[in-house]
């Protein structure tokens, strides 16, 4: 069963700081890798993706991507409470436009 | 660009009934996907279609079907709908090739199964 993983939070942090927030997957044939946001009640946002090993910045928003390690993780710089919803990691499987969704990661950022 | 579309947005059914959905891609995009999300289970993946072949399927029952017409534009239909089809259900658009695998979501159609 291929899975992704997510810590279900919820993840506090207060405004300004970084918040860190983790994915591991199981299926090493894994070759992109999603962050989307998703406030209560709207659908998913896509706000990262990451194809390759290393980080990628856009903004605020760093991915980092971990291939040997099956980890993709999200950072988001000066925290604002707008940032404030569920982060979820999605993984698609060799090259396929099948994806596997981690449950999201609550995301609470404290005024 | 316009972004992807879902019609309708809200449904009541009752058990037994079938219903179809509908989803409109971004102009461009060759790929559809749908989704079933709930608090329970989170996103999970129905299928996917390209060029107006299902080209992925999920783990569901042949209760939930898809086709996609000639201009993209794609239709779920669940048939003998069930109290456990109460659920969000998500389009989500891409290119479909050519490397390119940022998907883009509807806002999403609300089914209540009554």
């Known amino acids: 069963q291929k899975e992704v993983e997510q810590n279900s939070g919820p993840l506090s942090v207060p405004e300004g700081a970084i918040a860190s927030l983790n994915c591991t997957y199981s299926?090493?044939?894994?070759?992109?890798f999603f962050w989307y946001r998703q406030y209560s009640g709207k659908s998913p946002e896509l706000i990262m993706f990451i194809y390759s090993n290393g980080d990628k910045e856009d903004g605020r928003f760093t991915a980092q991507l971990n291939k040997a390690s099956q980890y993709v993780s999200l950072l988001i710089r000066d925290s604002q409470p707008s940032d404030s919803a569920t982060y979820l990691c999605?993984?698609?499987?060799?090259?396929?436009?099948?994806?596997?969704f981690g449950t999201g990661t609550r995301l609470k950022v404290l005024a | 660009k316009a972004g992807v579309t879902q019609t309708p947005r809200y449904l009541i059914k009752t058990r037994g009934q079938q219903v179809t959905l509908s989803c409109s891609p971004i102009s461009g995009h060759r790929s559809v996907s749908w989704y079933q999300q709930t608090p329970g289970q989170g996103l999970q993946f129905l299928f996917e279609y390209f060029s107006e072949t299902q080209r992925n399927k999920g783990n569901f029952p042949g209760r939930f079907s898809g086709r996609q017409f000639s201009n993209s534009r794609s239709e779920m239909n669940v048939s003998t709908l069930e109290l456990g089809d109460s659920a969000l259900y998500l389009c989500a658009s891409s290119l479909g090739q050519g490397g390119s695998y940022e998907q883009y979501f509807g806002p999403g159609t609300r089914l209540t199964v009554t």
């Open positions: 299926d090493r044939g894994s070759q992109s």
């Open positions: 999605a993984v698609n499987a060799g090259g396929t436009y099948k994806y596997i």
